[in-house]
């Protein structure tokens, strides 16, 4: 309702209750007058009536035009304040108030506009905050994403359903559609579904890796694995998690390597050594020939000259020897170690029975086997080698049926492929294992890759009817691997902030400085009293670094300390530290020395902070530590 309106509203109602109580009293008295009393009433309306009509006429116009000034110097003007100031803050900032009316009204106008000139400067400050943020943010973020681009490895962040989210230059470089550009599904770009590039199965095998994972707080949350993509390229792949505030997994993070160059090393490696080992025993032969021809010995001295060519021989053969070792080292550590993990065994055998009668029509049975057990290798690559050797033995055998035993001894799984019929010769088999299978290297590389040994099982070198392959048990202790965390959503982290980028170090001096340019280190100690030259101890530092005007929570120092000495009941009540806590703890000479490298290029602060130095300084001395900083 507007104020006027309600103001006409109260007036007509004030007036007609005011006429209706004159009205009522008038009446009263008139009823209660005599006779003679309403005679001499009666004359004196007739005598003075015009008077009176006039005296009513002139009260009527003073309460119209007290009213009329009381709306116009009140009401009116406080209609407008509440529409104009809507004005202000709904879409006009700098529009102002120009009403006249009383002084009160006039007091009230300018509050309004002062409010409102405040009003106009928060908001334009707030705009240009804004504004700043937002052109910062964008900084930030071409910054982020051309670091990203051109981070060593590939990266691609998928949401549950496998879309992908957001992807760097390099993986999109991986994932070239160059081999099948009129396919689709070998693009890569946002809201595609990772699946079309990679093998659903080994990524929902890491899923289901990782959610185990969850549970044990000392497990690596992160799973991998190798495959090929549609151009030829073998990468190793590592998928993290992301998990929300109640560590449910709202996506995963997988980074990819290309491993296809590295996967051939081992062999240009061990083709150079033979190449070189076979130079050399052709030498060494030589050598011998050279040396008995050398020798025309008399008979008389053929048992020395024997010895010398015995013991010429012996050093040759220790050099092949000493050769044969170091090669042998070489190759080892030009292996490319594959990421193994955790596989069901009975997922595995049931994959690769599948596969081979897919593609070839061959029958593997295998045995009974706990069901339970799991092995230690690369999933894909280990599968490969199984189906490659048998697809490969069928072929030399030409057979069509093959029998798998499986069985656990000690920390190893035993795989033993046993065929009936045609029979092979050792050198046919050993052929297969220089063969390269597919992407992959030689299926001999594949196996050393995986940690697992193959042997033929024949007395005979040419009537081979069974082979097996040794491979590596689930540990029942955990594999020694870097553990990984995940990435749990939740507000800005800590370990970056690319405003630094603006903090010029070469003119740094802290005592002229803005303090919100400087990098503080807020700390306190606790000790066993408050007599630092009477043999009390520090038994705990705690602390936290300033840097660019914000806490960073995660780069903290905190440390307790063993005071070779008992803690008074007193000092107990105040921090709550016992001698039971410290015990074999580190002492205050091993302490210092790492406070004094978390404090570098720092300002120091404490409360009561003179305290605190002076129970360092008195260690100076004992850690051979001293403390410069401006405190």
Not at 14 to 29: C, D, E, N, P
Not at 480 to 489: D, F, H, L, S
Not at 609 to 626: G, L, R
């Amino acid at each position: 309702m507007k104020i006027s309106n309600h103001f006409i509203k109260n007036v007509i109602f004030i007036l007609a209750l005011t006429i209706f109580i004159s009205s009522g009293i008038v009446t009263y008295i008139w009823l209660n007058l005599s006779f003679d009393q309403i005679q001499v009433v009666t004359n004196l309306i007739k005598q003075f009536h015009i008077p009176i009509l006039i005296i009513i006429a002139i009260a009527t116009a003073v309460i119209g035009f007290g009213l009329e000034s009381i709306y116009k110097s009140y009401v009116h003007p406080l209609n407008q304040i509440s529409s104009q100031a809507s004005i202000i803050y709904s879409s006009n900032p700098s529009h102002r108030l120009k009403i006249s009316g009383s002084k009160e009204i006039l007091n009230l106008t300018r509050i309004v506009n002062n409010f409102a000139d405040i009003f106009e400067n928060l908001n334009k400050d707030i705009t240009e905050q804004i504004l700043f943020s937002r052109k910062e943010t964008e900084k930030e973020r071409n910054l982020l994403a051309a670091i990203m681009a051109e981070l060593p490895q590939g990266v691609i962040i998928c949401n549950n359903s496998g879309r992908i989210l957001l992807f760097n230059s390099l993986a999109k470089n991986l994932f070239a559609n160059s081999t099948y550009p009129e396919k689709a599904k070998h693009f890569i770009g946002l809201g595609r579904s990772i699946f079309h590039l990679i093998d659903k199965e080994l990524i929902v095998h890491a899923i289901e890796e990782i959610n185990e994972h969850l549970t044990d707080e000392e497990q690596s949350l992160s799973s991998n694995f190798i495959t090929p993509v549609h151009g030829g390229i073998l990468l190793s792949i590592e998928t993290i998690p992301v998990l929300d505030q109640e560590r449910s997994m709202t996506g995963f993070i997988l980074t990819f390597k290309d491993i296809s160059h590295q996967m051939n090393k081992y062999e240009h490696i061990d083709n150079w050594l033979s190449s070189f080992r076979q130079t050399m025993t052709s030498s060494f032969d030589q050598t011998k020939l050279f040396i008995k021809d050398l020798i025309n010995m008399p008979t008389e001295e053929r048992m020395t000259n024997a010895l010398y060519e015995k013991k010429i021989s012996s050093k040759l053969g220790q050099l092949i020897k000493k050769f044969n070792t170091i090669s042998l080292s070489i190759l080892e550590e030009s292996l490319t170690k594959l990421p193994l993990s955790k596989l069901s065994l009975s997922t595995f055998l049931s994959n690769i029975q599948k596969q081979v009668l897919e593609y070839r029509q061959i029958d593997v049975a295998i045995n009974d086997m706990d069901r339970d057990i799991r092995i230690f290798s690369d999933s894909y690559s280990l599968s490969m080698a199984f189906i490659f050797l048998i697809i490969n033995l069928s072929e030399l055998t030409k057979e069509k049926q093959f029998e798998l035993q499986v069985y656990r001894k000690h920390n190893q799984i035993i795989f033993e492929i046993i065929w009936q019929g045609n029979a092979t010769s050792q050198l046919q088999i050993e052929d297969i294992m220089t063969k390269k299978i597919k992407s992959l290297p030689s299926l001999e590389y594949v196996l050393k890759q995986n940690k697992a040994f193959f042997n033929i099982i024949s007395n005979n070198i040419t009537t081979c009817s069974q082979v097996s392959i040794t491979v590596l048990a689930e540990p029942d202790t955990h594999f020694p691997r870097k553990k990984k965390r995940a990435v749990i959503a939740k507000s800005r982290p800590e370990f970056y902030d690319f405003d630094l980028f603006k903090i010029d170090d070469e003119s740094k001096d802290v005592f002229n400085m803005d303090l919100r340019k400087l990098v503080f280190t807020v700390f306190d100690t606790e000790t066993t009293g408050l007599d630092p030259d009477g043999g009390d101890e520090i038994i705990s530092i705690a602390a936290v670094r300033i840097v660019n005007n914000k806490i960073v929570y995660q780069d903290f120092f905190e440390e307790l300390v063993d005071p070779k000495r008992d803690i008074p009941i007193e000092s107990y009540r105040i921090h709550g530290i016992n001698y039971e806590m410290l015990k074999g703890k580190s002492n205050i000479e091993t302490i210092l020395p790492l406070f004094k490298i978390y404090t570098y290029d720092t300002v120091l602060i404490g409360h009561n902070v003179a305290f605190d130095m002076k129970m360092i300084k008195v260690k100076e001395k004992s850690s051979q530590t001293i403390f410069s900083n401006p405190v």
